[in-house]
Each structure stands twice: as structure tokens, then as C-alpha cells.
């Protein structure tokens, strides 16, 4: 089936550590996004992709990271400039050029203990 | 800077009645507005959507209007049931700057039965 998936589903983190969320799709794609969901605030912008080996920051790129280096994958690495990174993480995808629909993950939440 | 006004940020009607959420943009060079539903712990996925050649697009219970004079637009979902329960996004993109999804706020609707 095609589809994207994000791993893990939950993720725990110590304080001072990076860590990496995985995202992967199939639907041949170029574009790619992730969005961090925190309750009452909507999805906000973190980074996007429109093609391999390029990215752009979204509004909140600020203690994030991320590698385009295959089409199929867009990892974000949480890194320890992040303040407050406990939050649910969406990966996103879509065709490039074309004002279409938005294929999410099923997200990743991670929780800094 | 872009930006999408949801309202309003909770909604609560009996089952069998009609609710209505709008949002309002900022960028007047947007020309895609996807609605998405997002049940808890999963990922956002597409209800439906409206291009800014359109007014008004309907899909069964659910429509969506479009006013870009206003830069307005609206879901409405009519007879609602118990499982139309989630929280509900608007968002806006052009085709321009990657095709980025700007999103609303998020409504959380609730359907007493």
C-alpha cells in the first residue's frame, strides 16, 4: 500500500539528547514537511522539502534539523537547543508544484523525561 | 506574515444538527484550502478541499465555502453524528514557496448523541 509512515510512534527522551524521528514515503512525492502539534496551537512549520538535497525552514526551525538525501525519506532531528520539544510530530507529503492534497504520518509523540 | 484564523476553537451540537467552522487567511495569493479531520493520537486526513475558481463544493453531509473578496471560507457538516467527533483543521497554500499548508488553529467538535 502506498503510503507515509513515521517512526517510532512514541519516543522518550532524555534532557541534553538529540534525537531523530523517522519519516518514509512511498507516493513518489517530492515535497515533504513537518509540522509540530502542540494542543490549542494547530500545526506549525517546521521544515519542508521541495526536492532531494534541498530543504527550507519553516516558522519554528529553531533547535531542529532535518536531511533530504532520498526522495522517499525526510528525517528531523530534535537537537538539545530545543527548549520545550515535548510534542506530537507530523510528517507530511505531497507533489511538488501541484496544488493538491496533504498526505500526513500517523506522527510521533515525543516526551522529554 | 501568512496566517489562518480558525473559529471557533470548540464546538459541541446534538446529533442530527449542523455545525459550521469557519477561517479566515491572510495571503490573498492563496489558492488552495483543504479541510482535514484529525481523530486523537492519529494523523490529520483530507474531508475535502476547494480552489479559489470555486465558491462552493459539496460532498454529501459536508461543504465548504469560499469568499475571496472576504478571504473567508467555512466547513459545514449537516446531520451531524457521533463519529464526525474530532478536531477539524483549515488550511491555505499557493503554489508558489514549496506549496507550504498554512493551518488554522484546530476546532474540537463534539456530537452528543
Known amino acids: 500500500d502506498g503510503g507515509i509512515t513515521q517512526s517510532p510512534k512514541y519516543l522518550f527522551r532524555k534532557e541534553g539528547q538529540n534525537v531523530t524521528l523517522s519519516c518514509e514515503q512511498n507516493l513518489n512525492h517530492d515535497a515533504m514537511y513537518w509540522y509540530r502539534q502542540d494542543p490549542g496551537q494547530g500545526l506549525r512549520l517546521i521544515y519542508y522539502?521541495?526536492?532531494?538535497?534541498?530543504?527550507q525552514k519553516g516558522d519554528i526551525a529553531e533547535g531542529y534539523s532535518v536531511s533530504r538525501e532520498k526522495k522517499e525519506s525526510f528525517p528531523l532531528t530534535v537537537t538539545s537547543a530545543q527548549k520545550n520539544p515535548t510534542a506530537f510530530y507530523l510528517c507530511?507529503?505531497?507533489?511538488?508544484?501541484?496544488?493538491?492534497?496533504?498526505?500526513f504520518g500517523q506522527g510521533t509523540r515525543l516526551t522529554v523525561v | 506574515g501568512e496566517n489562518v484564523e480558525q473559529h471557533p476553537s470548540t464546538l459541541s451540537v446534538q446529533e442530527g444538527d449542523s455545525a459550521v467552522i469557519k477561517c479566515t487567511y491572510s495571503?490573498?495569493?492563496?489558492?488552495?484550502f483543504p479541510w482535514y479531520k484529525q481523530e486523537l493520537g492519529k494523523g490529520p486526513q483530507l474531508i475535502i478541499d476547494i480552489r479559489s475558481n470555486v465558491g462552493e463544493k459539496k460532498d454529501q453531509r459536508i461543504a465548504v465555502t469560499l469568499n475571496k473578496t472576504a478571504k473567508h471560507f467555512s466547513l459545514h457538516i449537516t446531520e451531524t453524528q457521533p463519529e464526525d467527533s474530532a478536531v477539524y483543521f483549515c488550511?491555505?497554500?499557493?503554489?508558489?514557496?514549496?506549496?507550504?499548508?498554512?493551518f488554522g488553529q484546530g476546532t474540537e467538535l463534539s456530537v452528543k448523541p
Open positions: 488550511a491555505a497554500s499557493k503554489n508558489s514557496q514549496g506549496g507550504k499548508l498554512i
Open positions: 495571503d490573498s495569493a492563496s489558492n488552495y
Open positions: 522539502s521541495q526536492i532531494v538535497n534541498d530543504f
Open positions: 507530511a507529503s505531497r507533489p511538488r508544484g501541484r496544488n493538491t492534497e496533504a498526505f
